[in-house]
C-alpha cells in the first residue's frame, strides 16, 4: 500500500495570514504516460463528509475560493491556504488516487491563532 | 447537482452483516466508479472498495474477505455488504463518486477512477451487543 504522511499533525495561523500543509507519499504518484499527479486534497468540517479541493494535485474543485492553492509533483505536494478566513477552520486530507487500496493522509487541523 | 444518500441500520451486533445502501438522486450512476469510505469516530479516513458501473468491483485488502459492493442500475443504488462485524468496524460509512479517467500503457486505453467529487453525509453504525 502507498503510506500517506501529513505534517504538521495540526497548525493555528492568524486571520489573513497564510497555512500550508504538506503532504508525502511512500512513492510517485506521478504517472508518466500523462504526466498527471493521482493526488487530491479535501476539506472536512465537522458533521459534514469531505469535499474535494483539488483533484491531479492542482487542479482546482469548481467553486473553490482562488485562495487556496496545489502544488508539488511526484512525492511531495503542499496545500496553501493563503488570507485564511473563519470558514477555512476544517482537518485537510490528501489521498493518493495512483493504486489501489487508496489511501488517505492522517489529516491536518487548521485553527485561527 | 448529484446527491448521495446513505441509509441502513444505525447499530449492529457484534458477528452480525452491515448492510448499507447509497442512494444516488438527481443524476446518474452511469459513467462512474462508486466507493464506499469510512470514518471512525475521530479518526481518518479509510477507503473500503469501489465499484465501476459496470459492475467490475475492487476491495481494501484490509477487508476483502469480508466486504461485498454491488450496483443496481434500476434502483440507482449502490450497496455494501460487511460480514462478521466487531466494534473495529464502528464508524461513519461514507459513499462517494469518482469521474472515469482515461490513461494509455502499453495494453492501450485503460480506465480508473478519479478523486472522489461528490460524498454522502455519511451514515453512523456502532457495533455493540
Known amino acids: 500500500d502507498i503510506v500517506v504522511t501529513q505534517s504538521p499533525d495540526s497548525l493555528a495561523v492568524s486571520l489573513g495570514e497564510r497555512a500550508t500543509v504538506n503532504c508525502k507519499s511512500s512513492q510517485s504518484l506521478l504517472y508518466s504516460s500523462n504526466n498527471k499527479n493521482y493526488l487530491a486534497w479535501y476539506q472536512q468540517k465537522p458533521g459534514q463528509p469531505p469535499k474535494l479541493l483539488f483533484y491531479?494535485?492542482?487542479t482546482r474543485e469548481s467553486g473553490v475560493p482562488d485562495r487556496f492553492s496545489g502544488s508539488g509533483s511526484g512525492t511531495d505536494f503542499t496545500l496553501s491556504i493563503s488570507n485564511l478566513q473563519a470558514e477555512d477552520v476544517a482537518v485537510y486530507y490528501c489521498?493518493?488516487?495512483?493504486?489501489?487500496?487508496?489511501?488517505f493522509g492522517p489529516g491536518t487541523r487548521v485553527d485561527i491563532k | 447537482q448529484v446527491q448521495l444518500q446513505e441509509s441502513g441500520p444505525g447499530l449492529e451486533k457484534p458477528s452480525e452483516t452491515l448492510a448499507l445502501t447509497c442512494s444516488v438522486s438527481s443524476g446518474s450512476i452511469s459513467g462512474y466508479y462508486w466507493s464506499w469510505i469510512r470514518q471512525p469516530p475521530g479518526k481518518g479516513l479509510e477507503w473500503i472498495g469501489d465499484i465501476h458501473y459496470s459492475g467490475t468491483t475492487n476491495y481494501n485488502p484490509s477487508l476483502n474477505s469480508r466486504v461485498t459492493i454491488s450496483v443496481d442500475m434500476s434502483k440507482n443504488q449502490i450497496s455494501l455488504r460487511l460480514n462478521s462485524v466487531t466494534a473495529a468496524d464502528t464508524a461513519v460509512y461514507f459513499c462517494?463518486?469518482?469521474?472515469?479517467?482515461?490513461?494509455?500503457?502499453?495494453?492501450?486505453?485503460?480506465?480508473?477512477?478519479?478523486?472522489?467529487?461528490?460524498w454522502g453525509q455519511g451514515t453512523l453504525v456502532t457495533v455493540s451487543s
Open positions: 491531479w494535485a492542482s
Open positions: 489521498q493518493q488516487y495512483y493504486s489501489r487500496p487508496f489511501t
Open positions: 462517494a463518486r469518482s469521474p472515469v479517467t482515461n490513461y494509455y500503457n502499453s495494453g492501450g486505453e485503460q480506465i480508473w477512477p478519479g478523486a472522489f467529487d461528490s
